[in-house]
């Protein structure tokens, strides 16, 4: 049973260590820029909206969008006068941050779920929420490291840990005392705020030294990344999608 659980919590302790490698080559750092940008897109658009949207409605519709849109509002109301590069503020990560702890709270509870259900198809879930732990890692540590350094970095990863395993082990506890449609409300806002973040910045940026590749080598490691990153959200789309009907 907690072999799910210790695999997931790997797969996010291990984000830093990808990405330092990666660091050395430009090939490398086009994968991992395509695979983190194609797998968060692909969880927000083909599982956490979906999700959200059937559980609550048109509420969970207009909070991802108001998710997607209140960054810029903020950025125009913090943004010193005369300063005309926008900068992703402080309390837009906070709230990204508490978004992918909520998420990391309902993976914790598949993961532990999954284990009850292994002949319906549990263990496919399992691997697939397993899978999307790792770009998601490597998302929140491109994001946090290079603003607030190794610390705050580590710290944003082990919260992810600590909600996973707070899911894991005390989630049907949270879901007994928790409505389902202002949970999904507020994950369909953290889908948009999410994207935002993923479009406001390039994720992985060519640091250090990096040993140069031509053109197409980087053009044919973009490609495979993106091709990574998307199968693995259809992947979980597609099991979670199926463990839901099966349930019902």
Not at 90 to 98: D, E, K, P, Q, R
Not at 221 to 233: D, K, P, R, Y
Request: net charge neutral.
């Amino acid at each position: 049973m907690l072999h799910f659980l210790f695999l997931s919590l790997l797969a996010i302790a291990l984000a830093p260590f990808f990405l330092k490698i990666a660091s050395k080559r430009h090939s490398a750092l086009a994968f991992l820029d395509a695979f983190i940008l194609c797998a968060v897109v692909g969880l927000v658009v083909l599982h956490i909206l979906p999700e959200s949207i059937i559980h609550a409605g048109y509420k969970a519709g207009l909070a991802a969008l108001l998710g997607l849109l209140l960054p810029f509002a903020m950025n125009r109301l913090l943004q010193p006068k005369g300063h005309a590069h926008c900068e992703v503020h402080g309390s837009i990560l906070t709230i990204a941050w508490i978004g992918l702890a909520a998420h990391a709270i309902l993976d914790g509870m598949a993961l532990s779920e999954a284990h009850h259900l292994i002949e319906e198809g549990g263990a496919s879930l399992a691997y697939a929420v397993i899978l999307h732990r790792l770009p998601e890692g490597m998302g929140l540590w491109r994001v946090l490291h290079p603003r607030y350094g190794t610390v705050i970095g580590a710290l944003g990863l082990c919260g992810m840990m600590l909600a996973t395993t707070l899911g894991f082990f005390f989630g049907a506890v949270v879901a007994e005392h928790t409505s389902e449609g202002p949970l999904m409300v507020f994950q369909a806002f953290m889908g948009g705020t999410l994207l935002h973040l993923i479009f406001h910045r390039h994720l992985v940026p060519h640091i250090g030294k990096a040993v140069p590749e031509s053109q197409t080598m980087k053009r044919v490691f973009f490609a495979v990344g993106a091709l990574a990153g998307t199968s693995i959200a259809l992947v979980l789309s597609f099991t979670s999608l199926h463990h839901h009907m099966h349930s019902h």
